[in-house]
């Protein structure tokens, strides 16, 4: 029967874009993705009216009236517990996808989006804060689990000249979700007081969406042969997610993989970090993932209504300034999308790094000599929108698509935990401390981002090789002088001995 599938092909390489894959794509970021970037700037808008709902319900409660940092504090909990769920969802990952699947782990994870969303949709009329705080912990989970799950999905159903393309879709859902908030989040709209509950539980309604249809998406290929050794699923799944083309030569890449892992399973986050074979794309994958969170766009996100303010912006406008930055994001996003696979990812990344530390440097210079110059306060939301602009078109969205391109199929289930685990602390260091460290250092804090920002662009020029068009062997043989992978543990016909390589990158090798 296999065979008979593969007879069918027409002869024609299956690398062009199908209707597809396409579809999975925009499917399973629509209920997932998109949902990341909703959380991280729903909280922006009410977060006025968050602070006075904990005021009331704690004076109702204990008859206490708390102070004005306590309330800081506990709004900075809320923006930054929905992190610490992410970080718990990264954690499960690697089990989770090996057990359920990359489709089936989405499917499952859908739950938590039902449960968190109507924790938050009902705890105002519960008069119970803890019901928002931990909504958020739980919407975190799903974003944890999805964040990485999506771009490791989308990577193995991709065909490798299309794996830059898919591998962004997520980040233009991810700046889509920013901007939705941001819109429902006006005023004449869901902005008002009483309707902040239900702009936060809005995420289940894309997550109805995705749990009716996903489901009658195939498994990812690689998954099904190399994972449960099932031929004719693969086939069967290949073939729907190419119809007219050629998947003999995925087969037989798939099944040269399978034969160079048939020696272990799946690795563990420790294996993984032993690994000297692996060393130096584990390192990249920390940099960049601690990078593209400290390089201060969470803060941005999550606080641009107080920046806008501190610039000086009119609190009537700055609803409406920060819908336009929203737009900026989804334009950028497409803008990465659309020319990944022309210009590389390398330069994206420093591209994108270099403009954001720039950037954060002209709004500390903005800030100080606002007093001086009024128009200064423009130059402030100039560098606010390039942040974004620059955050959108390649950090937002490479770093994943990196992880699953660094990693073949044994080291990647772990090497997406290690590099979310990192994403979402990172993330929950800067939504928890930004308002204290801008309470302390003032418009100098932006300096700590643009130094950030400029040292993973140096990583990248100097460490980083371009993986576009490159098949995941040929990317481990790029980074084997880095890891010391040299002459002495090269066979002579000049494949990686597998007992060296602990199965890593072992056949098609070649010198």
């Known amino acids: ?65 708390p102070d004005e940092r306590l309330l800081t504090i506990l709004y900075s909990v809320t923006v930054s517990i929905f992190a610490i769920g992410g970080m718990t969802g990264a954690l499960l990952v690697g089990k989770l996808v090996t057990k359920f699947g990359r489709k089936g782990t989405l499917v499952r994870a859908t739950v938590l989006v039902f449960i968190g969303g109507a924790l938050m949709g009902f705890s105002r009329s519960c008069r119970m804060p803890a019901m928002v705080i931990l909504g958020r912990f739980i919407t975190g989970v799903h974003s944890g689990i999805c964040l990485s799950v ?21 980040s233009i859902h991810i700046c889509l979700g920013v901007f939705i908030a941001q819109v429902l989040g006006l005023h004449e709209l869901l902005g008002k007081e009483e309707h902040w ?57 798939m099944q040269e993989e399978q034969r160079s892992l048939s020696s272990i399973h799946t690795i563990s986050v420790w294996g993984l970090l032993r690994d000297r074979c692996v060393r130096w794309q584990v390192i990249t994958i920390m940099v960049l993932n601690i990078g593209m969170q400290l390089s201060g766009i969470d803060a941005i996100w999550f606080y641009t209504n107080d920046i806008f303010r501190d610039a000086g912006i009119p609190d009537l406008n700055i609803q409406y300034v920060t819908v336009g930055t929203g737009a900026i994001e989804v334009l950028s996003g497409m803008l990465g999308c659309f020319t990944i696979e022309r210009v590389g990812r390398r330069p994206l990344i420093i591209g994108g790094f270099l403009f954001m530390g720039i950037c954060c440097a002209g709004i500390t210079l903005s800030v100080l000599f606002q007093a001086q110059m009024a128009f200064m306060r423009y130059i402030s939301v100039g560098c606010v929108v390039g942040i974004i602009a620059g ?10 698509l990196i992880t699953a391109e660094l990693f073949k199929q044994s080291h990647r289930p772990a090497a997406y935990t290690v590099a979310g685990v990192l994403n979402w602390m990172s993330n929950f260091t800067i939504g928890f401390v930004f308002p204290f460290l ?26 980083i090789p371009e993986t576009k068009n490159k098949t995941f062997m040929e990317i481990s043989q790029m980074f084997a002088a880095k890891n010391n992978i040299l002459e002495e543990e090269l066979t002579s016909n000049g494949h990686l001995k597998m007992a060296e390589m602990n199965g890593y990158g072992t056949l098609g090798l070649h010198s």
């Open 391 to 400: 955050f959108c078109i390649g950090p937002a969205g490479v770093p994943f």
């Open 438 to 463: 801008e309470m302390t250092m003032g418009p100098y804090c932006y300096l700590i981002f643009c130094t950030i920002c400029l040292g993973v662009a140096l990583y990248t020029i100097f460490v």
């Open 150 to 170: 999506v771009p490791m999905y989308l990577g193995e159903i991709a065909p490798k000249s299309l794996r830059g393309f898919l591998g962004l879709v997520p």
């Open 197 to 253: 509950p239900l702009l936060l539980s809005l995420i289940v309604f894309p997550t109805m969406i995705q749990l009716m249809l996903l489901p009658w998406f195939p498994e990812s290929p690689r998954y099904l042969l190399i994972e449960k050794g099932n031929i004719h699923a693969t086939i069967e799944a290949l073939k729907w997610y190419r119809p007219k083309g050629n998947i003999q030569a995925e087969v037989d890449e």
């Open 1 to 65: 029967m296999a065979e008979e599938i593969l007879l069918e092909s027409d002869g024609k390489h299956g690398t062009h874009l199908t209707k597809p894959l396409l579809a999975v794509a925009f499917l399973a970021s629509f209920g997932s993705s998109m949902l990341y970037g909703f959380n991280l700037a729903v909280v922006n808008s009410p977060a006025q009216y968050i602070k006075n709902f904990y005021n009331e319900t704690l004076t109702e409660s204990y008859n206490w009236i």
